[in-house]
């Protein structure tokens, strides 16, 4: 019966002629059965891939955005411009495996309270190699990411399983899910964008689940704007205030502390301390529209937050880390925070 199910299919394009034709003639090329409506979020692009859209695939429908305003303004763009109540939302830079879309569908129907299904996520080029397959949320706000940038491990199990933050911004959602929780938060412009909203649905009691048989084929781009580390600060400080209940706050107090002062220490040996200091400026300057923003957040969250959270390694990538007394620092910081998740963890609530 999955396959019978009508779904929208909406990408966001930036800039995307040289991969947005691969994108969707993956997903035309896809085997499901079902109807299947394309939309496609322009967020004000400079090149010439609007034009190769209306050129070679005229049954899209091509929204463009009145000003560029981020990946969470075009993915809340595509749940308004939806036609049907499974939303496939997906970047420019994927291409999809034949069955992803059946098996994501497939999963949605299986259980009502299943409200966001993820694939797993591979290199484009070397496609053995994980980019996420599933992600869960360190209680100090930064991504555990298991497998990332591995090889496949020979026997890995291929069953679905539950995924606090699912695997990346392509998922495919139940739209009154996604509205009943605000859609998007479209503050977040680079960073926690996409993990934000689904750890929100896990926080109002619906399920995120990961499924590793459906799959799709990233295209990483190499190198990130250095001036975007801002945004990733700004958001993180954003999830915690705006989603970990009081008594986390309380409780979680001393570990986010130890953390922040490690994390202005690495900064400032990259000389990239000026970056933290403009995130936490723009926290303290939305301070007000945060505290709304939680006041939303706290009246549909069910799920405590000792179910949301975890210890474990905090996912950062190597070649920031680098070797030696770094990477044995963050290691050690890891021991002690998850020998202080073991103490408070119990006492944690929502």
């Known amino acids: ?27 035309y090329d896809s085997d499901y059965e079902g109807a299947l409506e394309v939309v496609v979020v322009d967020d004000c692009s400079t090149d010439r891939s609007p ?19 981020g990946p969470n303004a075009a993915r ?5 411009e939806a036609s049907h109540p499974f939303v496939f939302v997906s970047d420019n830079d994927v291409e999809l ?85 605000g859609g998007f938060d479209e503050d977040f412009i680079f960073g926690y964008d996409d993990g934000e909203f689904t750890y929100r649905i896990s926080a109002s009691g619906r399920r995120v689940e990961q499924v590793p048989a459906a799959r799709i084929y990233h295209l990483e781009k190499p190198g990130r704007n250095p001036k975007r580390l801002r945004y990733q600060i ?18 979680l107090a001393p570990a986010l502390l130890m953390f922040e002062a490690a994390q202005v220490a690495f900064l400032t040996m990259k000389g990239q301390v000026g970056e933290w200091f403009a995130g936490v400026g723009m926290v303290i300057g939305s301070r007000s529209a945060i505290m709304e923003k939680r006041r939303a957040v706290m009246a549909v969250k069910k799920t405590p937050d000792n179910k ?19 990477k044995a620092a963050k ?8 020998v202080y998740w073991k103490i408070v963890e119990p006492l944690l609530g929502r």
């Open 308 to 326: 949301l959270l975890a210890p474990g390694e905090i996912f950062m990538f190597p070649s920031r880390v680098g070797g030696g007394a770094i």
């Open 97 to 181: 495996a034949p069955d992803c879309l059946s098996l994501l569908v497939e999963r949605l129907t299986a259980d009502q309270e299943t409200a966001v299904a993820t694939p797993m996520v591979l290199d484009f080029h070397q496609r053995d190699q994980v980019y996420s397959n599933g992600a869960g949320l360190h209680y100090v706000c930064f991504g555990i990411i298991g497998l990332r940038h591995e090889k496949i491990p020979e026997g890995l199990s291929m069953a679905p399983f539950t995924s606090i933050c699912g695997s990346g911004g392509i998922m495919m959602v139940k739209r009154d899910a996604a509205l009943g929780i």
């Open 331 to 338: 290691a050690a910081m890891e021991m002690g925070l998850n």
């Open 51 to 69: 034009a190769i859209i209306r050129d070679k695939f005229p049954d899209v429908r091509l929204f463009i955005q009145p000003a560029n305003s």
């Open 1 to 27: 019966m999955s396959q019978s199910y009508p779904i929208t299919v909406g990408v966001i394009n930036y800039n995307g002629a040289d991969i947005i034709e691969n994108t969707l003639r993956s997903m």
């Open 76 to 80: 809340n763009r595509i749940l308004a």
């Open 234 to 251: 700004r958001g993180r400080w954003i999830l915690i205030l705006k989603a970990y209940s009081t008594r986390s706050l309380i409780l």
